[in-house]
């Protein structure tokens, strides 16, 4: 759409809402606005008109303005004040008049029951200057919340996330449409559902497309979702309980998958358990850390690819015995390496010491192979603890793993 036909036909600008529904009931919980010029049989996204910085700022303010007007009519009539109104905000346009356009804005629609917190202020990472935090504060002292939005489709910002300290964060999904998607990528989304749980934000995931997807946001800690998978954006509102029924039914379908994978994953630490003190008690009596490596090795083929010993401080006591070209071989360059910097590895040397079992770690990529694998460690005594890097090959014949 030119431009300045937008701009000489207003009255056909007009606001189009897309649901986003919760995990906890299943049901709508707020609407994304998203601005929509309609033509004839035609309507147009104003997606591009906003984002064009060869169109003046203050008319992309004006027709920002009318569809947000035109949103709140409706979210008035609607009569629901538990509703949420997601409005997407140009950083650089806020920040023109210091932000107080858009918050009389809404002020003005206090008499026809809109709260500022009902309202979320989107605002893209890549958008956010840290002149911008000053007035995301005032903002916030007036009940608005404010959400990051496009948070996973470019550059993560995470000293800018810590600073606005946003109560939501909107995960796109975009870039995830299959199940072949790289570990690496996976685990940044993860690395992000514990970014929000640290800071005390929600998780929206948009841009759901495919059953994958929402089952991936499910299973990351999203409460809120978003997506043409769930309901397209549309220009009336629609019933809260729409998909009540149809998301109960796959998150169930979620809910046995994920205790079928627990139960392989426990089942799999007993099974080691059991294997390693029968090897234990087998072969480590009279031997150095040496010989005792090479001889867990032989028992080992097609299950294993690296093993060391430790102390309780991670100071490494034996070599590396490493399979390679289908032998197995020591590395002395590891001794007396320390690995007490690596996440979880005291805590995990105190779970082995109180339990006085082995356990089995997350899914990481090896820094040396690049593969995915598991990390299975144990007690040896009191000072001792062992450690087993298993296969990726071994792993995956183990269905529900990865």
């Not at 309507?43 to 920002?64: H, K």
């Not at 000053?134 to 009940?143: C, E, M, P, V």
């Not at 946003?166 to 690496?184: Q, V």
């Not at 999203?222 to 809260?240: A, D, H, T």
Request: glycine content about 8%; hydrophobic content about 40%.
């Amino acid at each position: 759409m030119d431009a300045l036909d937008i701009l000489t036909d207003l009255e056909h600008v007009v606001p189009f809402f897309q649901p986003i529904f919760n995990a906890e009931e299943h049901k709508v919980i707020g609407y994304e606005i998203l601005g929509r010029f309609i033509s004839g049989d035609d309507e147009f996204s104003l997606g591009s008109f906003f984002q064009d910085d060869t169109v003046p700022e203050e008319y992309r303010i004006e027709v920002e303005n009318v569809v947000f007007s035109k949103a709140m009519e409706t979210a008035s009539r609607s009569g629901d004040k538990d509703l949420l109104w997601f409005v997407n905000k140009d950083a650089g346009l806020l920040m023109m008049d210091d932000g107080e356009g858009f918050l009389q804005l809404l002020l003005s629609f206090h008499e026809q029951g809109i709260r500022p917190d009902q309202i979320v202020l989107e605002i893209s990472d890549r958008n956010v200057q840290s002149t911008i935090e000053h007035l995301i504060n005032y903002y916030k002292s007036f009940g608005i919340k404010i959400a990051m939005a496009q948070v996973g489709s470019e550059g993560s910002y995470f000293e800018r996330i810590a600073g606005i300290e946003p109560e939501i964060l909107k995960i796109d999904m975009s870039s995830l449409r299959s199940n072949n998607t790289g570990p690496a990528y996976l685990d940044v989304l993860h690395s992000l559902s514990i970014l929000a749980r640290k800071i005390g934000a929600t998780l929206l995931f948009e841009n759901i497309e495919t059953p994958y997807q929402l089952q991936f946001a499910w299973k990351n800690g999203g409460r809120f979702y978003q997506g043409f998978y769930l309901r397209k954006p549309q220009s009336s509102l629609v019933e809260k309980d729409v998909l009540k029924e149809k998301i109960k039914s796959e998150i169930h379908g979620f809910i046995l998958s994920e205790k079928k994978r627990l139960h392989s994953f426990f089942d799999l630490r007993i099974e080691l358990n059991t294997k390693f003190q029968e090897l234990i008690s087998r072969n480590k009596k009279g031997q150095n850390p040496n010989e005792f490596l090479m001889s867990l090795g032989t028992s080992l083929d097609g299950i294993a690819f690296r093993m060391y010993i430790c102390d309780e401080d991670g100071f490494q006591l034996s070599p590396n015995l490493y399979k390679t070209g289908g032998e197995w071989v020591l590395q002395p360059i590891y001794m007396n390496k320390n690995w007490s910097w690596r996440p979880y590895f005291l805590e995990n040397i105190i779970r082995m010491r109180t339990g006085k079992k082995g356990i089995l770690s997350d899914r990481y990529s090896d820094i040396e192979t690049g593969e995915v694998i598991r990390t299975f460690s144990l007690p040896l005594n009191g000072e001792e603890f062992l450690f087993v890097d298993l296969s990726a090959s071994f792993l995956n014949e183990r269905e529900g793993l990865f």
